[in-house]
Structures are given as C-alpha cells and as structure tokens.
C-alpha cells in the first residue's frame, strides 16, 4: 500500500524560479492537503481540496497555486519562488476523520 | 482562532522514566483532537483521536487523555525508539474544510539509554 507519494523529496532553486511539488495518493481519498513546517511556527496549512476541481485557500495560501484534475493528484506550484518559502512541505489526505501525511518535499531557495 | 500550546518545549527522559507531555487548547468547537509522532526527515504519523473531554486511548506505552481545556500524553517505562517530536493538533467544527486541523509546535522527546 503506497499511500501518498511525493515528489521530488529535495529541491534547490532559484529565487523568481517556478517550482512544482507533486503528490500522488493511491486511495482515492476525497479530501487532501498542503502543509508546509517551519522551526518556530509548526505546521501550518497551505491549501486544501474537498474534492476534484475543488480548492480552497488555507491559512498561508500566498504565493502557491493548487490544482486538483485528478483525485489522486493534487500539485502545489510556487509560481515564483522565494527565499522565504524555503521549507519541508507535506501533503496530506483523509481517510475517516484521520489525515495522514507523505513523507515530505524539502525545498531551498537560493 | 483556534489555538495549540504544547510544552515542554523538550524533554529529556532516561530509559525508564515516565513522563507526561501537555497540549493545551482554545477551539470555537472540538471536533477532535489528535496526537502524531514525528521521527525526523519523515511525516507526521498517527497516533491517537479524542473526541470528548474523559475519553483516553493506549497504544503501547503511550496513553493519550482529553479534558475540556487539555490533552496529555502520557509515557510509561520509556525507551530510546520513543524519541521523536510529539504533535498535538485540533480540528474544529467549521463547515467546509472542517477536517483541517490547527498544529501546536511540538515537544521533542529525548530518551537516554
């Protein structure tokens, strides 16, 4: 059982750079998540989606774009990135009441 | 707003050692609280929901208990593999997207050999 995949696991980029993080569940799980983790502040949501076609902003939404084309698929694109989205980010779906989260993308910009 | 305060902020345990971590709460309406552990370099993973102030739950040497204002997180006889960051996390009733949930920051759980 694979779960959520996501990918790539490290990235560096430039500032100003676009920057697509993919995130693949395998268990048609309706709703899904962005988070992003930073020392000092925890966990804190980027986007959500309640279904395909179906995106809402979260507590820290700008300067990210989400798509949902696919319920298995939920990209989070930095449009153009910058040192301050330097982070770990994690997607996350719900099965029952219970999210459960990837294994994280870490991402630097330089 | 809703709010997660975790403290200690670190905990160092030797082996052995019980302890209790905290998870203090301010939620317009709990739907759930939930604790996950996280090694580092890796996700989030599931530990435990509460739903209702006197519920608890077990898994191994860990018990979770809920009141109306906290969570504790209970180690009993700690060892070394229980080292991780402990994350508290609430989730509210508040319509679309209420399965998203409010994180506190964490503790870090030391055991000692």
């Known amino acids: 059982d694979a779960g959520i995949t996501q990918s790539p696991r490290y990235k560096i980029t430039e500032t100003g750079r676009q920057v697509t993080l993919m995130c693949h569940q395998t268990w048609s799980h309706s709703y899904m998540f962005w988070y992003r983790q930073d020392l000092g502040h925890g966990l804190r949501l980027i986007y959500y989606s309640a279904a395909a076609d179906i995106t809402d902003k979260g507590e820290v939404p700008d300067g990210y774009v989400v798509s949902r084309s696919k319920t298995e698929n939920f990209p989070l694109t930095l449009e153009s990135a910058t040192r301050s989205q330097t982070s770990v980010y994690f997607c996350?779906?719900?099965?029952?009441?219970?999210?459960?989260f990837g294994e994280g993308s870490w991402l630097t910009v330089v | 707003e809703d709010q997660v305060t975790q403290s200690p902020e670190a905990l160092r345990l030797q082996e052995g050692e019980s302890s209790s971590l905290n998870c203090s709460y301010t939620v317009s309406g709990l739907r759930g609280l939930f604790w996950y552990r996280q090694d580092p370099g890796k996700g989030p993973e599931f530990l435990f929901t509460?739903?209702?102030a006197g519920e608890e739950k077990e898994k191994e040497r860990l018990k979770a208990t809920l009141t109306k204002k906290e969570s504790f997180l209970h180690i009993t006889a700690p060892k070394p593999e229980d080292s991780a960051t402990y994350l508290c996390a609430v989730q509210a009733y508040s319509g679309a997207g209420s399965y998203q949930l409010t994180f506190g920051k964490g503790t870090k759980l030391s055991v000692i050999p």
């Open positions: 996350a779906s719900v099965s029952g009441n219970t999210i459960y």
């Open positions: 509460l739903y209702s």
